[in-house]
Structure formats: structure tokens, C-alpha cells
């Protein structure tokens, strides 16, 4: 039997707190136990900061901007779904923010980024979305494993599925505009509150030329002249149906009830559980 896997896209920006907290102790007076324990919290390695600016700065849909960025090597960008992070010089926080463009492609990195205020663990990102173009930023070297879908990792896979709403859209760009999904049978269904707030709309009809089935969903029309799908892309997607689920790759990313929506479909098709995987 074929193998089936879905790829489960998350990675917008997004962050982790560990709290331990102190329980009195139990006291066992026969025999004396040491406990070694390792905690290990991140996204990964160190950054490694390197001197950057803003080239480009454009509207790509209400509330999110595609900002470009000439980085010092692509060496590193070697598969869809890697991220970096970014900052104003000498800050201590840092934004965490997926590729967009695929690699190998010529030219600045390209990013699509929400606007976003600050918050307890995140600068926000409005001083780089209302930033000029020639800002200056320190921007880290090229970080995660990113999709597990090269060296052999989709062999036996005929469809796949891709599922991104709002920013969750540009690691899911960078895998159709790469080249890995050549000779599959691939549909996107991707997913924003209003037509307003849908980016890319631009590059659909490209992505139906390298062979991907595009379906917007908007989950909020009234008010709109919108005649598309609507809902939500899992519920859209089960509708379709989910002819071979023994050979299809799912690639998710966006907000949590999304993810949680889209493997609770993957189970109802018969999709293992380990089969669900991150670009993370």
C-alpha cells in the first residue's frame, strides 16, 4: 500500500512559554534519589545577526505587506518551508517569518507579512510593514528543517493538498513555485476573512499553469460581491472529497482551529496520525 503524509504548515511567527512552578516535597527518609533533567526551550540555534535593509515594500492585501530582502548568502535556503528571523538593529526581540520565495530563485528573499502589534513576547511587526524601503534590520541566517517533502520523502504520493489561510499562504507558495510537486496531482485551497484580505490573487492563475488547482474560501462574505467558496477550507476540502488518501500529502499552514480542522479530516479519510508533519 502507498503512503500517505500530510505536511502540517504553522509557522507564521508564533512563540513558547515554559513556567515551573515549586511543589513542596515529599520526604522519604530510606532512600536518597538524585533527578538529572535537561530542559531544552527555542526555535533552534542561535540567530546569527547579519546587517540587512528593506528593498522592496508593497500592499499585498489589506493588512498584510510582501517586503523583499537581498540576504547575504542562499546557501542555506535549500528547501520550502525554512524561515528566519528579523529585527530592528539592537533590539532584543525578534520576529520569526517564513520564506515566501522558492529557493533557488534568483533575486531578494520575499516575505509576506501581517500587520501585527507588539505583545509580551513578539515586537510586533509594525515597524517593519510602515518601514520605507532602505530601513535597516539585522536579519538571521536561514533556520528549520522546513517541509519534509524532498529526497524521497513524497515518493509513492500522487495527490496532495495544500491548505494555508491569511499569511499561512507564503511557505505554501515557496513549495508550489519550487518545483517538488511536479507530476502530482496538487489543489490549494486557501483561505481569508474577506476578498480584501486575500494576497497572492495575482500569482493564481501562474499556479494553475505549474499544475495547481486553486480554491479561495472566504470566510466572511456578506458585505461582499464574493461568488467563490465559502466557509472554511477543511470543510470546503471535505466536501471535494479525498479520493486517495493512501497516497496524498496534505501541507498546512495558518491558525489553530484551521490545523486542528484540517488532521480531524485527515483522520476521518483514514490518514495515520504520524503521517501529519511541520515545516518546524
Known amino acids: 500500500m502507498r503512503s500517505t503524509a500530510i505536511l502540517s504548515l504553522s509557522l507564521c511567527s508564533g512563540a513558547a512559554a515554559l513556567q515551573l512552578t515549586a511543589v513542596r516535597p515529599v520526604v522519604r527518609p ?25 528593498e522592496t515594500i508593497t500592499e499585498a492585501s489589506n493588512g498584510l505587506k510582501a517586503i523583499t530582502i537581498v540576504p547575504p548568502t542562499k546557501d542555506d535556503f535549500t528547501i520550502p518551508g525554512q524561515y528566519l528571523q528579523i529585527k530592528e538593529p539592537g533590539a532584543e526581540k525578534a520576529g520569526i517569518f517564513a520564506i ?21 513576547w513578539s515586537p510586533g511587526t509594525g515597524w517593519l510593514t510602515s518601514a520605507p524601503v532602505g530601513t535597516e534590520l539585522e536579519m538571521s541566517q536561514v533556520m528549520g528543517p522546513g517541509f519534509k517533502c524532498t529526497d524521497g520523502a513524497l515518493e509513492g504520493v500522487t495527490d496532495v493538498m495544500l491548505f494555508a489561510v491569511g499569511s499561512g499562504i507564503s511557505p505554501v507558495r515557496s513549495v508550489i513555485e519550487s518545483g517538488v510537486l511536479e507530476g502530482k496531482s496538487v489543489s490549494l485551497y486557501y483561505g481569508a476573512q474577506t476578498p480584501e484580505q486575500m494576497a497572492y490573487t495575482d500569482k493564481f492563475d501562474a499556479w494553475e499553469k505549474l499544475g495547481c488547482k486553486v480554491t479561495a474560501v472566504i470566510s466572511k462574505p456578506e458585505g461582499t460581491e464574493w461568488k467563490g467558496a465559502t ?42 496520525e504520524e503521517n501529519v508533519r511541520a515545516n518546524f
Open 30 to 54: 530510606a532512600v536518597a534519589r538524585r533527578l538529572d533533567c535537561d530542559i531544552v526551550c527555542g526555535w533552534g540555534p542561535d540567530p546569527v545577526w547579519t546587517a540587512n535593509k528593506i
Open 100 to 120: 515566501a520565495s522558492a529557493p533557488g530563485k534568483e533575486g531578494a528573499f520575499e516575505f509576506l507579512i501581517k500587520e501585527q502589534p507588539p505583545s509580551d
Open 231 to 272: 466557509g472554511y477550507v477543511q470543510d470546503v476540502a471535505k466536501a471535494a472529497g479525498v479520493p486517495k488518501p493512501d497516497s496524498t500529502v496534505m501541507l498546512i499552514c495558518g491558525m489553530k482551529g484551521m490545523a486542528e480542522g484540517v488532521k480531524a479530516l485527515a483522520a476521518d479519510v483514514g490518514v495515520a
